[in-house]
């Protein structure tokens, strides 16, 4: 039972997490990136930060859907570790791509890597 409600709040505390980055990315990332010093010039294009927003958000409400019920939801929680896995490769290129972004890249990157990890030790612990 235990076991069962871990797996749950972290599909609940990752869909949140992901619906308020998706928020970020939509609304506040030019100033977020001002703010940090990140932003050489603007963005010419806002809308692939737009729709990575939207897919953000879209991934949170599957996670916070999975969370009612993640027994039955459980290829969600699994696609969600597939997806943090391979982020990591997308952002160590970015990193070559856009070093002056390298700080937040490395901790958005391990935010996502530690919650693939939790969420695979989660689906695991609730196996065992």
Same mark, same amino acid.
């Given at each position: ?9 972290? =599909? !609940?505390? +990752?869909?949140?997490?992901? /619906?308020?980055?998706?928020?970020? =990315? @939509?609304?506040? @990332? ?7 010093n990140?932003? #050489?010039?603007?963005?010419? %294009? ?5 729709? *990575? !927003?939207?897919? *953000?958000?879209?991934? !949170? /409400?599957? =996670?916070?859907? +999975? %969370? ?6 459980? /290829?969600?929680?699994?696609? +969600? ?5 391979a982020? #990591?490769?997308?952002?160590? %290129? ?14 958005? !990157?391990? /935010?996502?890597?530690?919650? *693939? @990890?939790?969420?695979?030790?989660? @689906? ?5």
């Open positions: 039972m235990i076991r069962i409600k871990f797996l749950k709040t972290l =599909l !609940g505390v +990752s869909g949140v997490y992901e /619906i308020a980055f998706g928020c970020i =990315l @939509i609304f506040f @990332i030019e100033p977020l990136l001002a703010l940090m990140m932003l #050489q010039e603007p963005l010419n %294009y806002p809308i692939f930060a737009h729709v *990575a !927003g939207l897919l *953000a958000i879209c991934f !949170g /409400i599957l =996670l916070c859907c +999975s %969370y009612t019920d993640p027994e039955r939801y459980l /290829i969600i929680a699994v696609v +969600s570790i597939g997806l943090r896995f982020l #990591q490769v997308i952002l160590i %290129y970015d990193m070559f791509l856009l070093p002056f972004m390298a700080g937040a890249l490395v901790s958005f !990157g391990l /935010i996502d890597l530690g919650l *693939a @990890i939790l969420t695979l030790v989660a @689906i695991k612990l609730k196996n065992s």
